[in-house]
């Protein structure tokens, strides 16, 4: 009777064990399954995060490549992105990268609102400039044709708008080149094939620009933060400039194609990217990059 009663017990024991064991596995494999979904959903957030920092980053290259006032803004914001995608898209994704992710999201938006409003903003007023100095020169050449004993003024407000006149480059391209015995260069991006580094740019027709003979200041910068070519020192109200070339020329108020070769020593010539900036004076107005393999 007591055997009996010991069987019935260890049967209600055994069938417990086996409900709890069945509920241990419903309840892993239904974590399982949740914590796979999480995972993806992570993952999709990621891609999208990416997909719209490549996004942004392709409309700052767009603004670039207009030759916009802001380019080393622009050129300093994309390559803050481009740090973080390449920095991010090696990390394991989980929660803690999601979440910084999503910050700097944010803040790189933020951002591109404010470029885009000073891009907006400097339209206008170069719109609204053009008109006004369109309207000017054409007073001023009524004035010539009514009174030519008012030469001179004309000549001052003239010269006055000119001094206040912004000489912008545009296409500002740097490009490894090798130079052949015959003096002709060849486009190249291997690091261990290029001797020189080349920099082209254009400066627009503007004639309220001063004309004749300038100088503007050619800065290259290696993967190792060595300035290339002179590696002289300028100083300007203060700043120190260390500039690989000077750039001199005559301006005309006409449309100016210059390209300039900095004589590099072979040895500065590294893998990797170079950053390359032009300077009139202390002001930066052009800044670009190349990277040789």
Do not use: H
Request: aromatic residues 6%; hydrophobic residues 40%.
């Amino acid at each position: 009777m007591a055997q009996q009663k010991d069987n019935r017990i260890f049967k209600v024991l055994l069938a417990v064990l086996l409900l709890a064991l069945i509920g241990l596995g419903v309840w892993s494999y239904s974590t399982y399954q949740e914590n796979e979904g999480i995972k993806v959903a992570l993952k999709d957030e990621k891609a999208q995060i990416q997909k719209e920092l490549e996004n942004i980053s392709t409309e700052y290259s767009i603004e670039i490549d207009k030759g916009n006032a802001l380019n080393a803004d622009l050129v300093d914001a994309r390559d803050r992105i481009t740090r973080l995608v390449d920095s991010v898209g090696k990390l394991e994704t989980d929660v803690r990268v999601l979440s910084r992710m999503r910050a700097e999201l944010s803040n790189i938006r933020k951002e591109r609102d404010l470029l885009q409003d000073r891009i907006n903003t400097l339209e206008i007023v170069n719109q609204n400039l053009s008109k006004v100095n369109d309207s000017t020169l054409s007073a001023l050449n009524s004035e010539i044709l009514k009174n030519q004993d008012k030469n001179s003024t004309i000549e001052n407000m003239n010269a006055n708008m000119a001094r206040a006149a912004a000489l912008v480059p545009t296409n500002f391209e740097p490009v490894g080149i090798i130079v052949r015995s015959s003096g002709k260069q060849i486009e190249n991006d291997r690091a261990r094939r290029v001797d020189d580094i080349k920099v082209c740019f254009t400066l627009p027709e503007n004639p309220l620009a001063s004309t004749g003979v300038t100088s503007f200041y050619l800065q290259v910068i290696n993967p190792d933060n060595n300035v290339l070519g002179l590696n002289k020192k300028q100083v300007f109200d203060g700043q120190e400039l260390t500039y690989s070339k000077i750039v001199q020329f005559n301006y005309k108020g006409k449309e100016l194609d210059l390209c300039e070769v900095v004589d590099a020593n072979e040895d500065n010539i590294i893998k990797g990217r170079y950053r390359v900036n032009l300077y009139n004076g202390p002001i930066r107005v052009s800044s670009n990059e190349i990277t040789l393999r």
